[in-house]
């Protein structure tokens, strides 16, 4: 790309919109802005869709929905239209959108760096796609496995009114939710996973601001050829071997949510008790790194053919 690439973050006021801008610092892009007053001036926000390379989307579904609809407009009526990278919910199971997650398999980084449209990956599926997707492309886990998925998450992922919450009343310490089992990231686990049946998701979130934890008990011998925990690993240090972001770790007795608190990287283990022929798998990242903000830029500097910030190593 010729010049300086441009950026506008629709939403920039949010805490993934702070987070992408604070991280766009390690990229050689220029991070344009509306003055506060006109952020949600159709024609103020149309003209600087116009003007730049890429929108990043940090908005609720159905605005998400609507800015999409805007730059489609400005397409069908011959202006210059932006790449968009959306970071809701709205697009990650449109077929007609580009799912990013670069370390999902062959060819994902090479779709998302041609694509137009690209949808940000939740911080939930992120570890649990991570976990569950070399198993059933290896056939070690069957795609109509029944599949619980446990996860905690630090309080920042709620959003501004839980932040607020928490730093203001110090709690709750422990908030088990979802509880209708049909939460918002479960089409795309189950999509990107490659699983048929849809599985069992259990979030919750803990008081402390940054961290996350994404957890799968299995019985190994309901998987195909009976596995030990060495051979799930296996599976997964050589899915992840080529990548920078995302490593298998050794297994220990405990894992603390908030260690790569501040970091854009991910951390997958296998904890096995191979005598009573158990394991735990377990993804730990950041919620706001490569679970949110840290995600977005890595998918960005794809889309524009730049190499990935430091702060991602």
Request: net charge negative.
């Amino acid at each position: 790309m010729d010049g300086q690439a441009t950026v506008f973050i629709d939403g920039e006021a949010g805490t993934t919109g702070l987070g992408i801008r604070e991280r766009l610092r390690g990229l050689p892009v220029t991070v344009r802005s509306i003055a506060a007053e006109h952020r949600k001036d159709p024609s103020a926000r149309r003209d600087m869709m116009e003007s730049v390379d890429i929108v990043v989307l940090c908005l609720p579904d159905a605005a998400s929905r609507d800015a999409a609809g805007m730059v489609e407009s400005i397409a069908q009526a011959g202006g210059r239209a932006p790449r968009i990278l959306d970071a809701s919910t709205a697009f990650r199971v449109d077929p007609d959108w580009v799912y990013g997650f670069p370390e999902m398999g062959n060819g994902q980084a090479d779709a998302i760096r041609t694509s137009r449209r690209v949808s940000n990956p939740g911080c939930y599926p992120t570890g649990a796609i991570g976990l569950l997707r070399p198993l059933v492309l290896a056939g070690v886990m069957s795609p109509d496995h029944p599949v619980t998925i446990n996860a905690v998450s630090g309080y920042s992922g709620g959003g501004r009114t839980m932040i607020e919450a928490h730093e203001r009343d110090g709690g709750p310490a422990f908030d088990l939710y979802g509880l209708t089992l049909e939460h918002k990231h479960v089409p795309e686990i189950t999509r990107y996973s490659g699983l048929s049946r849809v599985p069992v998701f259990v979030p919750s979130v803990g008081h402390f601001p940054q961290g996350m934890i994404v957890s799968i008990p299995l019985h190994l011998d309901m998987l195909a050829d009976h596995p030990t925990g060495a051979d799930l690993r296996t599976v997964l240090a050589a899915f992840y071997a080529e990548s920078s972001l995302v490593s298998v770790e050794d297994a220990g007795p405990g894992l603390v949510a908030d260690t790569l608190a501040g970091t854009d990287r991910m951390e997958l283990r296998v904890h096995a008790n191979d005598a009573r022929r158990q394991a735990v798998l377990t993804a730990r990242l950041d919620n706001l790194g490569k679970g949110a903000s840290g995600a977005a830029i890595q998918n960005i500097a794809l889309m524009l053919g730049l190499a990935p910030s430091a702060g991602q190593a």
